[in-house]
């Protein structure tokens, strides 16, 4: 639906998540949607005085807690159940990605394994991009400090 609207207008949509601090959460509506206007029209500015349309959804504040077990714990794509398939940001996979990209990825997964399984072509998935140098020292970094606190909760 967008591509044929892009097409006809030349025009784009859009997509924005906020996620918090609590106080900014606690606004009305209204002035986070502005707010969020405002910053991508910062960001863009080809976009000053092009808005079209907004839809707003407030979500409850629930996100997967990874804490729980080890990712090899985790069910993968592939169960061990025939015809079972899962995806979603707490399913095991190779990529690096989280959450929303998370779900996406192990979602094309799991339809490239519903159509594999009843001899269909399947989806390429595009490779993710290696993190840049500092990214991957953060990312070491980050996993050495929880080993260590979990080390320490172990003990």
């Keep these: 639906m967008f591509r044929q609207w892009q097409e006809v207008t030349g025009g784009s949509v859009a997509e924005s998540h906020i996620y918090g601090p609590a106080e900014v959460l606690a606004q009305p509506d209204e002035a986070l949607v502005e707010q969020a206007v405002s910053d991508m029209e910062r960001m863009y500015p080809k976009l000053r005085g092009k808005l079209i349309h907004t839809t707003f959804q407030r979500n409850s504040a629930t996100h997967t807690l990874f804490s729980l077990g080890s990712i090899s714990e985790h069910l993968g794509v592939r169960t061990p159940w025939p015809g079972l398939f899962c995806c979603g940001d707490w399913v095991r996979h190779r990529t690096g990605a989280l959450f929303l990209e998370r779900a996406t990825v192990t979602g094309i997964e799991a339809a ?25 020292l953060s990312q070491i970094y980050l996993r050495g400090m929880a080993n260590t606190i979990k080390g320490l909760r172990d003990e």
């Design 112 to 136: 490239n394994a519903v159509l594999e399984a009843n001899n269909l072509p399947t989806f390429a998935l595009v490779p993710h991009q290696k993190p840049e140098p500092l990214a991957r």
